[in-house]
């Protein structure tokens, strides 16, 4: 009986022996397999909380760059294309209730062909010739701008009195084969560039200074370059005979070759 019993318990803690490590064998499994599913999830959150991070500090980068590159390009200062004389202001002879000139270069200093129109906000009072054209490079011209000059209340003659019209002077990069016409601003306006803003100076017509002989000088060569403008080009390639010179010459030749029948004919009797 003792050994019996003795069988039974030691069976017993046998099987609580086997049973035991087998338990706890699948409860650490179960353990370590959910602190590891726990410790890779976080893994992946902490992963893509870095990858968001990352992805986010990137785009703020990249917009940033963006919104400085825009800042710096607007203070940058704009790249002309065209050179004023004078190149802020336009001198004007003051001459109440009647209309008086102006006179402004303007030379292409590109390297492409380039368009300018003139703007102005007075247009009820004031015009341009030209108005606007195309200039090849290295190419100016001078372009007259006429202006009525409105009396003063008091019927006094005021030197200093200033003008609240304003030109503009605009400018478009052309091709060579373009020919210009005004719409070309408006078609391209996302490429014109404003070359200038001018103001009104008037001067006093009777007192000589230095402004007003250049605006003379000018004004007396942008009349030669009118007239020069509306004679015909010069023909330099090779002349060609006209249809008059032939029918001339043959009229030489036949009565020549009539003249000489009528000798030898005379000879001959």
């Known amino acids: 009986m003792a050994l019996a019993n003795e069988k ?3 069976d017993g803690k046998l099987w609580g022996l086997c049973k035991l490590p087998f338990w706890h064998s699948n409860n ?4 370590a397999t959910s602190s590891s599913s726990v410790a890779s999830s976080s893994f992946r959150q902490q992963q893509q909380q870095q990858h968001n991070g990352i992805s986010v500090d990137h785009h703020s980068n990249i917009h940033g ?5 825009s800042v ?3 203070l ?6 065209l050179s004023l004389d004078p190149q802020n202001k336009l001198y ?3 001459e109440p209730g009647k209309q008086v000139k102006s006179a402004i270069r303007i030379k292409n200093t590109s390297k492409n062909p ?3 129109k003139f703007q102005t906000t007075g247009p ?4 341009m010739r030209p108005p606007g054209g195309i200039l090849a490079p290295d190419e100016s011209l001078i372009a007259t701008v006429f202006k009525f000059v409105e009396p003063p209340d008091n019927n006094e003659k005021q030197v200093a009195k200033k003008s609240r019209v304003k030109f503009k002077v605009m400018s478009l990069k052309v091709k060579e084969d373009v020919d210009y016409v005004p719409e070309l601003f408006d078609e391209r306006k996302d490429e014109v560039a404003v070359e200038q803003v001018l103001g009104v100076v008037f001067l006093d017509a009777e007192r000589p200074c230095p402004a007003l002989e250049k605006l003379n000088r000018q004004l007396a060569e942008a009349e030669a370059e009118v007239e020069a403008r509306k004679r015909p080009p010069e023909d330099t390639g090779p002349k060609i005979v006209g249809e008059g010179l032939v029918i001339d010459e043959w009229k030489e030749r036949r009565e020549r070759y009539l003249a000489r029948q009528q000798v030898d004919g005379v000879d001959s009797v």
Request: charged share 15%; proline share 6%.
């Open 8 to 10: 039974s318990v030691s």
């Open 28 to 31: 650490s499994s179960v353990t």
């Open 65 to 69: 760059s963006l919104n400085v590159s």
């Open 72 to 74: 710096a390009k607007s």
């Open 76 to 81: 940058l200062p704009t790249r002309r294309r």
């Open 92 to 94: 004007f002879p003051y």
């Open 114 to 116: 380039v368009a300018f």
């Open 124 to 127: 009820k009072s004031c015009y």
